[in-house]
């Protein structure tokens, strides 16, 4: 069965960086985009960007460029979302999904369980 | 960037209540819509793609109609354990984007 677990919750100060890890298992980890998206508390959901692991090709939002980066070790199976320059605006519950990307079937249909960034 | 407005924004309904929810997009995203519900503290899960296409595994209560710019999902009976927030979410052009929510709660 297919997994995507996330690392834990973190604490960082003002303009420090995080790290999230995603870590797939039950499929071929190359053969289905990740997405990153984060949900701030109360609020909505907001798409990060994705990363394509079979050649680590990435797309990051706008409001992100620059300070998002998003890579990948095929041999652990892992994805990685890396945020720069924190701010209170960036704290929020940070979710990984797998992407389906044939036409009929575009969806997010496993996600990872969140990982809550708290910035203070 | 497409956006998405969900309507209502709150419902509250009974068990065994028939609910729609309504999705509409800034401009056309032909059939790339997906519903996906949210429990609190949990991660979402899908629903519906295809904008009418029942995921494995969910329940044949959940539906979803629509092309173009206009979208519903329905829940024909409410169990229990349909109370949650429901999301609508593009995939046709990037960025994707997201419905603000529809709470759905007990009457």
């Known amino acids: 069965q297919v997994h995507l677990v996330q690392s834990g919750a973190e604490v960082k100060k003002p303009g420090a960086s995080v790290k999230v890890s995603c870590k797939a298992s039950g499929y071929t980890f190359t053969a289905y985009w990740i997405h990153w998206a984060r949900q701030a508390p109360g609020q909505g959901l907001e798409w990060m960007g994705w990363i394509d692991p079979r050649g680590g090709g990435t797309q990051y939002a706008q409001n992100f460029q620059g300070r998002v980066t998003m890579t990948r070790d095929t041999s652990i199976s892992t994805t990685y979302m890396e945020l720069s320059g924190l701010t209170s605006d960036d704290m929020a519950v940070y979710f990984c999904?797998?992407?389906?990307?044939?036409?009929?079937?575009?969806?997010?249909?496993?996600w990872g369980q969140g990982t809550l960034v708290t910035v203070s | 960037d497409i956006q998405l407005t969900q309507s209502p924004s709150f419902l509250s309904a009974s068990v065994g209540d028939r609910v729609t929810i309504t999705c509409r997009a800034s401009q056309g995203i032909s059939s790339y819509l997906a519903w996906y519900q949210q429990k609190p503290g949990k991660a979402p899960k899908l629903l519906i793609y295809?904008?009418?296409i029942l995921e494995s595994g969910v329940p044949s209560r959940f539906s979803g109609s629509g092309s173009g710019t206009e979208f519903t999902l329905t829940i024909s009976s409410l169990q229990p354990e349909d109370f949650a927030t429901y999301y609508c979410?593009?995939?046709?052009?990037?960025?994707?984007?997201f419905g603000q929510g529809t709470k759905l709660e007990i009457k």
């Open positions: 979410q593009q995939l046709d052009s990037y960025p994707r984007t």
């Open positions: 295809g904008a009418s």
């Open positions: 999904a797998r992407g389906r990307a044939v036409a009929g079937t575009r969806s997010w249909d496993y």
